[in-house]
């Protein structure tokens, strides 16, 4: 099958395999609401602004591994070229819910000179478990954590290759952990937030980290860490 869903709470199973398209927001509120066997695809066509194309999990779901996520960030939309973005989250406050299998990202033409962002961002009180690896296939791309107090916790593998990697202040203290090791990018750059190391060098040996607000904390938690540079604004 091949569904396009829009703006839709989806609590049910769904018996969909094969593929699922969305260009607004899908919220999927049952294990198997996006289906077993399937390929979301979200894609921002036509949003500059607020958070762009959504897909959100929620009620402490855990999607199967065999459900990957495909999401295309830019594009040149009814509101004109600009930095379009996706927000992958979680919507119900106080809720654990885990994403299990590959999340994709296409980005922008680097001729463009678009950098549009892949957001990870949760509701309030709100904890989003990735177990999948997190790959920026294509063009350029920032992938950025955000959300009121809510904590992401990343066990795959991240590759966004040259791009970086960056929190984004939502109020409250957006956490990050990551506990995979041999990931990928340029920089690390941090405002009001906080970023637990999970393994020893979890962070990219090579890439730099900025912290760029008095509240941006970076915490080892016991584990050894190589960076290649560390820098404050503040």
């Known amino acids: ?27 999927a509120q049952h294990n198997h609401a996006l ?21 959100r999990l929620g009620n402490n779901v855990s999607i199967p591994a065999t459900v990957s996520l495909d999401a295309t960030l830019s594009g040149t939309g009814a509101s004109g070229s600009g930095a379009y973005q ?10 654990t819910n885990t994403w299990n299998g ?9 001729a463009t000179g678009i950098t549009p962002t892949f957001y990870l961002r949760g509701d309030a009180n709100t904890l989003l478990v990735v177990n999948g690896d997190i790959t920026l296939a294509d063009g350029v791309g920032v992938v950025s954590f955000r959300g009121n107090t809510c904590r992401t916790v990343i066990n795959g ?3 966004l290759g040259t791009n970086n ?11 990050l952990t990551i506990n995979s090791t041999g990931n990928v990018w340029n920089a690390l750059t941090l405002a009001a937030n906080k970023v637990h190391v999970g393994a020893n060098n979890a962070l990219p040996t090579t890439a730099k980290v900025a912290l ?5 904390v970076l915490d080892l938690n016991g584990f050894n860490q190589q960076v290649g540079g560390l820098s404050s604004s503040v």
């Open 212 to 216: 760029n607000n008095a509240s941006a």
């Open 1 to 27: 099958a091949n569904d396009s869903l829009t703006n839709i709470i989806v609590a049910k199973a769904n018996p969909t395999s094969g593929s699922i398209s969305s260009t607004a927001g899908v919220t």
């Open 102 to 110: 590959p999340i994709t990202i296409h980005g922008a033409d680097p």
């Open 157 to 159: 593998r991240i590759n």
């Open 86 to 95: 996706v927000t992958f989250g979680t919507l119900g406050a106080g809720t």
């Open 165 to 175: 990697l960056a929190g984004n202040t939502d109020g409250g203290t957006p956490e």
């Open 35 to 55: 289906g077993t066997n399937t390929l979301v695809k979200v894609i921002n066509t036509n949003l500059t602004g607020n958070s762009g194309a959504l897909l």
